[in-house]
T-cell receptor, first 114, second 114 residues
Framework: QQQVKQSPQSLIVQKGGISIINCAYE??????FPWYQQFPGKGPALLIA?????SEKKEGRFTISFNKSAKQFSLHIMDSQPGDSATYFC?????????????FGQGTTLQVKP | KAGVTQTPRYLIKTRGQQVTLSCSPI?????VSWYQQTPGQGLQFLFE???????NKGNFPGRFSGRQFSNSRSEMNVSTLELGDSALYLC?????????????FGDGTRLSIL
């Protein structure tokens, strides 16, 4: 019940296209859902996050869509660029529990071809 | 504002030894969480400290321990190292006030066990 399932494992997109990564969870107590981007040799960097009282959140080219009833959320990268090539992780936590425990998905390696 | 700093960046140890990793959080952040990242298991939560107290612990053996100092800096210790402990160890800091405070990661310590 603590798992977060992420798909696909890898993704190849043409420059200018839309990259879509999906995550699903079981624990309905999760109330905070961040996405991280990680480049080789670097730590994960927070991209965007959402709480379940919102169905969509957009920051620049990055959008999170959240479906509370389906217990799913997804990251959309519009106008994908070669510089977006990285590994993306979704995560979930019980933010209201006042602890820092993030449960991560297994990651998606995105390659954007020029 | 300086980010999360982890030292050292790389470590090579042999089985049976012990190791201490250090993490300096972003100024003003009181929560420090530690994660282990491996290709097979992904990102897994080790433990979280807030105001020098461990608030949450993941499913790791007692060989993994940590502490936090009054200036919020944290150390993680692994005793009796095993080959399977080879991983990237990441720390993340946040304000720690609950309600899903964003966690910001350092670039990690790459630990290799020979």
């Amino acid at each position: 019940q603590q798992q977060v399932k992420q798909s696909p494992q890898s993704l190849i997109v043409q420059k200018g296209g839309i990259s879509i990564i999906n995550c699903a969870y079981e624990n309905t107590a999760f109330d905070y859902f961040p996405w991280y981007q990680q480049f080789p040799g670097k730590g994960p960097a927070l991209l965007i996050a959402i709480r379940p009282d919102v169905s969509e959140k957009k920051e620049g080219r990055f959008t999170i869509s959240f479906n509370k009833s389906a217990k799913q959320f997804s990251l959309h990268i519009m106008d994908s660029q070669p510089g977006d090539s990285a590994t993306y992780f979704c995560a979930a936590s019980i933010g209201s529990s006042n602890t820092g425990k993030l449960i991560f998905g297994q990651g998606t390696t995105l390659q954007v071809k020029p | 504002k300086a980010g999360v700093t982890q030292t050292p960046r790389y470590l090579i140890k042999t089985r049976g030894q012990q190791v201490t990793l250090s993490c300096s959080p972003i100024s003003g952040h009181r929560s420090v969480s530690w994660y282990q990242q491996t290709p097979g298991q992904g990102l897994q939560f080790l433990f979280e400290y807030f105001s020098e107290t461990q608030r949450n612990k993941g499913n790791f053996p007692g060989r993994f321990s940590g502490r936090q100092f009054s200036n919020s800096r944290s150390e993680m210790n692994v005793s009796t190292l095993e080959l399977g402990d080879s991983a990237l160890y990441l720390c993340a800091s946040s304000l720690g006030g609950g309600l899903g405070q964003p966690q910001h990661f350092g670039d990690g310590t790459r630990l290799s066990i020979l």
